[in-house]
C-alpha cells in the first residue's frame, strides 16, 4: 500500500478543498481510509474515515456538516470534501490505512500512512 495525498493548498475562510488519497495497490478497497490533521503545536486528530466494505463514516465533531468523505474503488482513491473551511482547519492533512471493516478514529490502528498535505485557511 502506498497512499499519495494531494489536493491542500490555500483558501479563504469559507472556502472549499477537496482532498484525494490515492493508492497504487491491487487491495484498496479492502482497507478501511483515515484521515487525520496535525496544526502545528497541536498533537494529531482523526478527522474522518471511511470502511473499506459498506462506507460507514466517522467524522469528529468539528467537522461535521462541513466535510465529507468518499471513496471510488475503481480509482482506488479516497476524498475528503471540505467545505465552510474556517482558519482552526488549517493543519497538515494525511491518508492513513488499516485492515478491518470499522471506520476508526484511532491512529494507532492505522498501519500505513501517506505523506501530508498541507491545508492553510488564511485571509
Known amino acids: 500500500v502506498q497512499l499519495q495525498a494531494s489536493g491542500g493548498g490555500l483558501v479563504q475562510p469559507g472556502g472549499s478543498l477537496r482532498l484525494s488519497c490515492a493508492d497504487s495497490g491491487f487491495a484498496f478497497s479492502y482497507f478501511t481510509i483515515g484521515w487525520f490533521r496535525q496544526a502545528p503545536g497541536k498533537e494529531r486528530e482523526a478527522v474522518s474515515a471511511?470502511?473499506?466494505?459498506?462506507?460507514?463514516?466517522y467524522y469528529t465533531d468539528s467537522v461535521k456538516g462541513r466535510f465529507t468523505i468518499s471513496r471510488d474503488n475503481t480509482k482506488n482513491t479516497v476524498f475528503l470534501q471540505m467545505n465552510s473551511l474556517k482558519p482552526d482547519d488549517t493543519a497538515v492533512y494525511y491518508c492513513?490505512?488499516?485492515?478491518?471493516?470499522?471506520?476508526?478514529?484511532?491512529?494507532?490502528?492505522?498501519?500505513?500512512w501517506g505523506q501530508g498535505t498541507q491545508v492553510t485557511v488564511s485571509s
Open positions: 492513513a490505512a488499516r485492515v478491518g471493516h470499522l471506520p476508526s478514529a484511532k491512529a494507532d490502528e492505522y498501519l500505513f
Open positions: 471511511i470502511s473499506a466494505s459498506d462506507s460507514r463514516t
